[in-house]
């Protein structure tokens, strides 16, 4: 039997402890879950594991041996495989190629094709996959690709196989495939470690349950022996939620309809209406498809199929610039990559949506920009000497104001808002809560998408829930606690 184990140890990023003296082994011949909302250290732990950062203190080994790796290459030759929802598989080639790539046997200077399908076929009989292995990877469905990556990261003979989110763009006849393949595993002396969001999935495929909250070990237990309560429980202790104010009313004019609206492997048949005033979070896991339906709407990606209607009027073929100007805004989920210009500064970046309304032909009407970035640092509390200031030497709590603002000056009806509380510390939070609560009480309608589910239990007055693709319920924050709303996120039900 393989151990894979940690001895205290701590990741530390400036201003926050990613990881927090973790100590915990892993057996072979098992599936270990670990899991934990985001932001518990689940990614980092995996991260340390396969050789992408090195731990600030604490050892890690395999079978009593410390393991340092310089890099992730380094931790697949001690034999640690990675297999991450991406898919890395070559579409013009074969099965076969795919798992033998760069060690395709040779018969003197050519490819001994016959030996190359033979061990491949010899190799998924083995895992009991049932994929020829002359199958060119383009005419694969999803889950046997991603079983595959699997199949690859097991042709290398690895000690250790993380396994990360695995299951997340699978349907669920497919995963029962993928977990037939994991079970195969088992009777190689492999040790796995399986991290997902799918709480429902580890009763079925997980041996043992490492639980982290804040970078700390909860602790371990036996799947046989724990009940979803106790899981839940474990992950978000006795949490305290704040409340939204009790001023805030929603009218009932609908201000925004979506009817139908799909895009090919993203999203399906999503209909919701959106009132005057509300603000209206969607919950789910990573790849549930909220921050592509968004995009939809907002008209940065094309939408397939349904119809949006806005302020009572359809839209035809929606663009960022066309629902701008009809009065939708979106402060993106990536603010450094999408939200802010990093090279520009305060004034610049409180001004790009509102460059039509400032501007005299080609040139800025100075005078309407001034009060234009003095009312939003003023409104907002945007901490800054001048404006002039370059956005970067602003904290991540003011940059996500100063991403808000720049929408804020158009005076939008609604404003669609996609994690943002991303990255900045509790009292930012606070205030960017302040700030939507604030467009309520002015008749501003809200959509809000974060993966913190306590979030939207604080802050929204309805909740659509979406999983992988669609939406699969409404609640009212009043009426849930916390477990039953990752519980539903997760596949599960409401207890």
Not at 147 to 162: D, F, G, H, Q, R
Not at 474 to 492: Q, R
Request: hydrophobic share 40%.
């Amino acid at each position: 039997m393989s151990v894979l184990r940690t001895e205290h140890i701590t990741k530390i990023y400036p201003g926050t402890v990613a990881l927090d003296d973790v100590s915990v082994s892993f057996e072979s011949g098992k599936v270990h879950a670990v899991i934990g909302k985001n932001g518990s250290g689940k990614s980092t732990l995996v991260k340390i594991f396969s050789g992408a950062i090195e731990q600030t203190k604490g050892l890690f080994s395999l079978d009593d041996t410390n393991l340092v790796f310089k890099d992730p290459i380094d931790a697949f030759k001690k034999g640690i495989a990675a297999v991450y929802q991406e898919l890395s598989l070559v579409q013009g080639m074969t099965v076969a190629e795919n798992i033998l790539m760069g060690r395709l046997p040779m018969r003197g200077r050519l490819v001994d094709w016959k030996k190359t399908y033979q061990l491949a076929g010899q190799l998924l009989k083995e895992l009991n996959v049932d994929i020829p292995a002359d199958t060119y990877i383009y005419d694969l469905s999803m889950w046997q690709c991603q079983i595959l990556e699997i199949v690859k990261a097991v042709s290398y003979n690895p000690k250790v196989l993380l396994l990360d989110e695995p299951t997340s763009a699978l349907a669920a006849n497919e995963i029962q495939m993928l977990f037939k393949t994991i079970r195969a595993l088992k009777t190689r002396d492999v040790i796995i470690i399986y991290i997902s969001h799918k709480l429902h999935e580890l009763w079925e495929i997980a041996d043992t349950c490492t639980v982290l909250r804040d970078g700390k070990n909860i602790g371990t237990v036996s799947m046989e022996n724990v009940s979803r309560a106790e899981v839940l429980h474990m992950m978000f202790g006795n949490l305290e939620l704040k409340t939204r104010p009790r001023d805030l009313r929603v009218a009932d004019e609908v201000v925004l309809s979506v009817r139908g609206l799909g895009r090919k492997n993203k999203f399906q048949d999503i209909s919701f209406d959106l009132k005057k005033g509300e603000v209206l979070g969607i919950a789910g896991m990573l790849g549930a498809g909220r921050t592509e339906l968004l995009r939809a709407i907002f008209g940065a990606d094309r939408a397939d199929t349904g119809e949006i209607i806005f302020c009572g009027e359809k839209i035809v073929k929606p663009n960022p610039e066309k629902m701008r100007n009809t009065g939708l805004a979106l402060t993106p989920e990536d603010r450094k990559l999408q939200g802010l210009n990093l090279k520009g500064t305060v004034r610049d970046n409180l001004c790009y949506a509102s460059l039509n309304l400032i501007s005299n032909g080609p040139f800025i009407n100075k005078k309407a920009e001034s009060s234009f970035v003095d009312r939003q640092i003023r409104d907002l509390e945007i901490k800054v000497s001048q404006s002039d200031d370059p956005i970067t030497s602003l904290s991540g709590g003011n940059q996500q104001k100063v991403v808000v603002g720049n929408w804020l000056n158009i005076s939008p009806r609604v404003m669609f808002f996609d994690e943002p509380s991303r990255g900045i510390d509790v009292n930012a939070k606070q205030q960017i809560f302040q700030i939507i609560w604030e467009q309520s009480r002015k008749g501003i309608s809200s959509i809000m998408v974060s993966s913190e589910l306590e979030e939207l239990l604080e802050v929204c007055h309805r909740i659509l829930i979406m999983r992988e693709g669609r939406l699969t319920g409404e609640i009212l924050p009043e009426n849930i606690t916390i477990e039953d709303l990752y519980s539903l996120c997760m596949g599960g039900e409401a207890s």
